[in-house]
């Protein structure tokens, strides 16, 4: 069961522990989604509490996770949601400064939908954005396409 709330108001969870890539992020999604559902946690274990308190009632189309984050990381937070009934099926994009090679065969091994690398431009954050809300994230991996976007 994939979600599936393109027909519906777009729900989007972002956790990252820095406010202003928090900020970046916010800014860039709101101007391309303007009614975008958007959450945002400041470390992994509060996503991990608000997904889990919150699995059976809504579920976010996307999940953004940056990698190093205090309490739990953006690795530890995929393999458990991947693990998780209701939540395994949503898309889960890691989303860091790192283009480790390490780091991306890890997120892909740990079932991420995909990797972006953080971009230091605002535009390019927006057409990142805009790449990953607009494809069929499904589709796309089983057709082999890129799990890399930078």
């Known amino acids: 069961m994939a979600v599936d709330n393109r027909s519906a108001q777009r729900y989007i969870y972002l956790a990252d522990d820095d406010s202003d890539d928090r900020d970046f992020f916010a800014d860039a999604m709101l101007e391309i ?4 559902i958007l959450k945002m946690a400041h470390d992994g ?4 509490d608000d997904l889990f308190e919150n699995s059976d009632t809504e579920l976010p189309e996307f999940i953004f996770l940056d990698i190093n ?3 739990k990381s953006g690795f530890e937070c995929l393999e458990e949601i991947r693990k998780h009934e209701n939540l395994k099926e949503v898309n889960i994009i890691m989303l860091s400064t790192s283009n480790d090679p390490e780091n991306i065969r ?3 091994e740990l079932g991420a939908t995909c990797y972006a ?8 954050l927006k057409s990142i954005l805009e790449d990953i809300l607009s494809i069929n994230l499904i589709s796309t991996l089983e057709e082999n396409r890129k799990f890399l976007l930078v």
């Open 33 to 36: 989604q303007p009614g975008v």
């Open 45 to 48: 274990m509060y996503l991990m």
């Open 69 to 71: 984050m205090p309490g």
């Open 106 to 108: 890890m997120a892909m």
């Open 117 to 124: 690398v953080k971009p230091s431009s605002f535009e390019k």
